[in-house]
């Protein structure tokens, strides 16, 4: 009975969820266009309960470069560019921030957790100009394996391999061994398991 009432709810928010999903996917593809993706994700990370957890997980279905099943986005999460893979079964807390990532399956993510693309978004050699006119080095991809836990406020501008646990507050700056668990600021290796 109550996988039933599970397969009716389920059904019931998508059927309504469309018509806002729709509206975002049009208005996300041309945000593409524009560079403006950030916004449009943000505002789809506004919608509510679990109406909004069906509205995202619709309108990064068609906007992201890949998005796998089962895969839930809680209030004022937002991917920040269309590159994302995100695969099956991954649960992002609230309020995450999703630079250019590919995630494997089966990660649990804490909110207030920030993927940052890289350590190297930003250049500041040039002494003589400011260095918001300086030519960003470039984002990089973060690769988050399968079987990954991340904590709440965790900040992740590295690799993260699988069957990996990263310690709430922790800001991982250098490559997680898969089968560990990391913690602190810069994150090191706690243990192995």
Request: charged share 15%; net charge positive; proline share 3%.
């Amino acid at each position: 009975m109550l996988k039933a009432v599970k397969i009716v709810y389920n059904l019931l928010m998508s059927i309504l969820a469309m018509p806002v999903a729709l509206l975002l996917i049009i208005a996300g593809k041309l945000a593409i266009l524009c560079r403006a993706y950030s916004e449009i994700s943000i505002i789809a990370s506004k919608i509510p309960l679990g109406y909004g957890v069906t509205v995202r997980y619709i309108y990064y279905k068609f906007t992201l470069k890949s998005l796998g099943s089962n895969v839930k986005f809680k209030y004022g999460t937002f991917c920040q560019y269309p590159t994302a893979v995100i695969g099956n079964r991954v649960l992002f807390g609230y309020y995450n921030a999703i630079g250019e990532v590919s995630i494997g399956d089966d990660v649990i993510v804490g909110g207030f957790v920030n993927f940052v693309s890289g350590t190297r978004q930003h250049s500041f050699e040039d002494h003589s100009q400011p260095i918001s006119t300086q030519k960003a080095t470039g984002r990089t991809t973060i690769h988050i394996g399968s079987d990954v836990w991340i904590g709440s406020n965790a900040l992740i501008a590295a690799d993260v391999g699988s069957r990996c646990v990263i310690a709430a507050g922790s800001i991982l700056i250098r490559p997680a061994e898969s089968r560990a668990v990391y913690g602190g600021n810069p994150a090191k290796l706690i243990k192995t398991i």
